[in-house]
Nanobody
Framework: QVQLVESGGGLVQAGGSLRLSCVASGRTFSSLSMGWFRQAPGKEREFVAT????????YYVDSVKGRFTISRDNAKNTVYLQMNSLKPEDTAVYYC?????????????WGEGTQVTVSS
């Protein structure tokens, strides 16, 4: 199995910054990508950013482009989300995601989430 542990959430004022981290352990071989999703109260979980396992491809939801940066440290099996110029609408629980292929089928694994609260 795969275990994902997030850290780095907290309370920050609008315009501030936070850096989220997610450490992956367990059976991470054959992984395709790691990324971040978020879920605000009363809303569905949405995609935020993803990075390929090699680290050479990244994708972002339009609302965070230019403000958030996803990166990874392969040696530490860790993915980061640097969040700058935070806005109140970024308030959500942020979940780490890992996708890997098992018997030819792509599977998703999730962390337990870390709360990010941006005050106005």
């Amino acid at each position: 199995q795969v275990q994902l542990v997030e850290s780095g959430g907290g309370l920050v004022q609008a315009g501030g910054s936070l850096r989220l981290s997610c450490v992956a352990s367990g059976r991470t071989f054959s992984s395709l990508s790691m990324g971040w999703f978020r879920q605000a109260p009363g809303k569905e979980r949405e995609f935020v950013a993803t990075i390929s396992w090699s680290g050479d491809s990244t994708y972002y939801v339009d609302s965070v482009k230019g403000r958030f940066t996803i990166s990874r440290d392969n040696a530490k099996n860790t993915v980061y989300l640097q969040m700058n110029s935070l806005k109140p609408e970024d308030t959500a629980v942020y979940y780490c995601n890992l996708k890997r292929v098992v018997a030819g089928v792509a599977n998703s694994y999730w962390g337990e989430g870390t709360q990010v609260t941006v005050s106005s």
